[in-house]
């Protein structure tokens, strides 16, 4: 069971605009950044979302990260097939004493 | 480039112990730190604990608490992961990923990951 709740499929048809929440509590994304990874099938995961919302180099403006509360989201706007992946969320726990958490994933289907 | 590269796939049996290498370049091994995150098949991410390259501290999941070693070798730019008494589902992927070793860092690279495979 996974401290971050993410749904665990989302789709949409090509060109559409696609979000993927992420939800936790006051002691993980309540009082730390966000992080989200892209795994394509068989590799290994990708940095795809930083800080919360920031995108390291190479990765399209489509994606997007936000943050609010005790939540985030990851957004995809202009899907394409090869946004087809796993896309999990990330940050750090201060209940125990700082520790990495990771969402459950959610498994992005383009129609 | 930096590159993380991990040893090879292992079959090992229940009970026995593992030990997974993870070879850094392309950038100061002692200025970051180094995670292990495994994930069994078709299941999620799941941390288990980290390693500062400069000063050797380590963290660990209380899930592998006890069971868990991270250890590093400055000299070789090398990470190491060790876990004891193996069972059926220790059975998984596991990766070793950079961060700079700053609370909330994001983990920017990965390892290809190692295949361990836990089999009587």
């Known amino acids: 069971q996974s401290v971050l709740t993410q749904p665990p499929s989302a789709s949409g048809t090509p060109g559409q605009r696609v979000t993927i929440s992420c939800s936790g509590s006051m002691s993980n994304i309540g009082s730390n950044t966000v992080t989200w990874y892209q795994q394509l099938p068989g590799t290994a995961p990708k940095l795809l979302i930083y800080t919360t919302n920031q995108r390291p180099s190479g990765v399209p403006d489509r994606f997007s990260g936000s943050k609010s509360g005790t939540s985030a989201s990851l957004a995809i706007s202009g899907l394409q097939s090869e946004d087809e992946a796993e896309y999990y969320c990330?940050?750090?726990?201060?209940?125990?004493?700082?520790?990495?958490?990771f969402g459950g994933g959610t498994k992005l289907t383009v129609l | 480039q930096v590159q993380l590269v991990q040893s090879g796939a292992e079959l090992k049996e229940p009970g026995a112990s593992m030990k997974v290498s993870c070879k850094a370049s392309?950038?100061?091994?002692?200025?970051?730190?180094m995670h292990w995150v495994r994930q069994a098949p078709g299941q999620r991410l799941e941390w288990m604990g980290w390693i500062i390259g400069g000063n050797g501290n380590t963290k660990y999941s209380q899930k592998f608490q006890g069971r868990v070693t991270i250890s590093r070798d400055t000299s070789a730019s090398t990470a190491y992961m060790f876990l004891r008494s193996l069972t059926f589902e220790d059975t998984a992927v596991y990766y070793c990923?950079?961060?700079?070793?700053?609370?909330?860092?994001?983990?920017?690279?990965w390892g290809q990951g190692t295949l361990v495979t836990v089999s009587s």
């Open positions: 392309g950038y100061t091994f002692t200025h970051f730190a």
């Open positions: 990330a940050t750090w726990d201060d209940s125990l004493n700082g520790i990495v958490v």
């Open positions: 990923a950079r961060d700079v070793g700053l609370p909330g860092s994001p983990l920017d690279y």
